[in-house]
């Protein structure tokens, strides 16, 4: 994996922007498959878009990119949704799905976001009580 923290901010965001959509794209490019496609195969391409904005960025940097992410979410399940009630079946029961499918993987996005932060904060304290020990020693 390469090193994105060692890119220039400028770069570095616009294309971890890129790739936080890409489970919107695979998403609505496999709308037919409805909510099992949802419920499958999003949490894993959500936790790995997700872990890769762990390790770029800092806590302001996650949060930027997680709220990203859950924008995108919720962009594909409107899309998704559409196509789905457009081309394959047009009920009242479709609507309800997709708004419960957009509904839980926000819920996803927003779960792992507050994990991450947690994880952050304490790394953080960790290396600055580790960074600190030394001198209070000696």
Known sequence: MPNLKAWKPWFRYPVLLLIN??????GVL???????????????????VSY???????IGGFC????????????????????YTSRISNDGLS?????LG???????VLIVMVIGVI?????YRKNKQTASSPEQER
Not at 64 to 83: D, E, K, R, W
Request: hydrophobic share 55%; net charge negative.
């Open 30 to 48: 496999q709308f037919r498959c409805g909510a099992s496609w949802d419920l499958a195969v999003f949490p894993v391409l959500m936790l790995a």
């Open 102 to 108: 957009v509904y839980l993987d926000c819920a996803e």
């Open 64 to 83: 930027f990119l997680q709220i990203a992410l859950a924008l995108y979410t919720v962009l594909m399940g409107c899309v998704t949704t559409y196509l």
């Open 119 to 123: 994880l952050k904060i304490i790394h």
């Open 52 to 58: 890769l904005n762990f390790r770029s960025s800092g």
């Open 95 to 99: 609507y309800a799905i997709g708004e």
């Open 21 to 26: 959509a890409f489970p919107m794209v695979v």
